[in-house]
Every structure is written in C-alpha cells, then in structure tokens.
C-alpha cells in the first residue's frame, strides 16, 4: 500500500517561509499530477499548487507569486516553497498524486501537515 507522508508544516509569523515536503513510502508510476491542498476550519478544501507529469504548474490566486511546487527527478517527492506567509494561508495541507498504473487512475492521499501563520 502506497503512503504518502508530508513534512515542514509549523507555526510561523507573518512574512515569514516554510518548506513543505511529500514523500512516497515507494516509487510512483505513471504519474498524471502532483499536488497541494489545504483546507482550513469551516472551509472547502482548495487546491493551492499542482504541477503536471510534463512540468506545467497551476497556482491558485490566492498564492501566486509567494509559493513555489516542484517535485524530484523520479517523480516520488514533492515540494512547496512557501514565502511571504499571510494569516490566511493558515490551514492543513495536504499531498495529492494522481497516477494511472492500469486502466483506472488511482488517488494518493497524504495524512496533511499544519501550518500556521501568527503574531
């Protein structure tokens, strides 16, 4: 059974960074995205980042400009640079890898990682 286990959450003020990493408990194949959500108490969880097996990366509004996704060579990491924090990107993010090893894309999950942004 894959695991994907996130790390780097923490509680920061605002203006500072955080580097958040998921890592595979084994490697992935064929791989469609990676990515980062979050969800905050009494909210939707949102999609923060996703970068695709090509390399394209989509960021929501919210964040572009102050946080960064990438992912290793092998494709079984994945990373989110995050600058310039705000009080409101406080939440439990979350890892996501969409992969098709067969017919049907199968959905990873991570257990998420807290962060929190205060003075």
């Known amino acids: 059974q894959v695991q994907l286990v996130e790390s780097g959450g923490g509680l920061v003020q605002p203006g500072g960074s955080l580097r958040l990493s998921c890592a595979a408990s084994?490697?992935?194949?064929?791989?469609?995205?990676m990515g980062w959500y979050r969800q905050a108490p009494g909210k939707q969880r949102e999609l923060v980042a996703l970068i695709s097996s090509g390399g394209s990366t989509v960021y929501v509004d919210s964040v572009k400009g102050r946080f960064t996704i990438s992912r290793d060579n092998v494709g079984n990491t994945v990373y989110l640079q995050m600058n310039s924090l705000k009080p409101e990107d406080t939440a439990k993010y979350y890892c996501?890898?969409?992969?098709?090893?067969?017919?049907?894309?199968?959905?990873?999950w991570g257990q998420g990682t807290q962060v929190t942004v205060s003075s």
């Open positions: 084994r490697r992935l194949f064929s791989i469609i995205s």
């Open positions: 996501n890898v969409k992969a098709r090893p067969s017919l049907s894309i199968q959905d990873y």
